[in-house]
């Protein structure tokens, strides 16, 4: 009884591990044992490994890949409290951005025909933009805008110009939490500007924008997504009409935190088959 060896069999019903997950721990290192008879080729472990085998096991049942485990196992107990909850958080937070997904695919479609029915057409005269651009992920837009926005009023103002005006952030690329993609803020102004340093000026002609204001439940991403398939069935439902330009978001909007805008080119009274 006082033997401080256990047969592999043993060893394993006291770590709570199975005879195929020893073995395949002894092959990879991980968990060796201390002696294995030549003659019987049994395998014998010390009681002073069964700490690292139940938390092999532990860890194990978290999911968590060999290659993890077997940097885990190592750690001091303070670095592996700290790995842990990295973890935990990461898994946490990637759950959250699923939530959302089932969420938009669930809710989507039954919304779009409400959606659709609050799109207004416009028409927009010329105006100059000063502009900043930059590849971002959703996780880093919020910021991006923030500081765009500041940046820009602050360059119109020293200027001596009002830069007052309401925001656009266009989207040139798809943007989403795993990817980055182009996106432009601009604010539009009147009068004479010097080139800036790091900014951008050009022109948005006179346009006919088909907008559609953000509802409060689509305000962020996915859900923001389905404002877009929205505008995009309202102009395939109109014969001859299609995009002429970029699509952008108008901070503040009309009666909503944001506007989704689409430049459009609708056909002419002439051109309508109907």
Do not use: N
Request: glycine share 6%; hydrophobic share 40%; proline share 8%.
């Amino acid at each position: 009884m006082d033997d401080p060896f256990l047969l592999a069999g043993r060893f394993g019903a006291e770590a709570r591990l199975s005879p195929k997950a020893l073995r395949l721990y002894a092959e990879l290192g991980l968990l060796v044992p201390t002696e294995v008879d030549p003659a019987t080729g049994y395998r014998y472990y010390h009681r002073d490994q069964l700490d690292r085998a139940r938390l092999i096991s532990r860890l194990r049942g978290l999911d968590l890949p060999l290659a993890r485990v077997a940097t885990l196992v190592d750690l001091t107990p303070a670095a592996l409290e700290i790995e842990l909850r990295a973890w935990l958080k990461a898994r946490h937070d990637q759950l959250g951005r699923q939530a959302q997904q089932i969420d938009g695919i669930v809710r989507g479609p039954a919304q779009l025909p409400e959606l659709i029915a609050a799109i207004t057409v416009r028409q927009a005269p010329a105006t100059t933009l000063l502009c900043r651009q930059r590849m971002v992920s959703t996780v880093e837009l919020d910021t991006f805008i923030a500081e765009s926005e500041a940046e820009l009023r602050a360059g119109l103002r020293g200027a001596g110009l009002p830069g007052d005006g309401p925001i656009r952030v266009y989207f040139h690329e798809l943007v989403t939490p795993d990817s980055e993609g182009l996106v432009e803020v601009a604010i539009g102004y009147t009068g004479r500007l010097e080139p800036l340093e790091g900014l951008r000026i050009r022109l948005s002609p006179a346009q006919t924008e088909a907008v559609l204001p953000a509802p409060k439940a689509y305000e962020d991403y996915p859900l923001v997504l389905h404002l877009y398939d929205a505008m995009e069935a309202w102009i395939v439902d109109r014969p001859g009409a299609c995009p002429s330009d970029t699509c952008f978001e108008v901070h503040p909007g009309s009666d909503a935190r944001f506007d989704v805008v689409y430049p459009v080119r609708l056909p002419t009274q002439s051109e309508d088959p109907s």
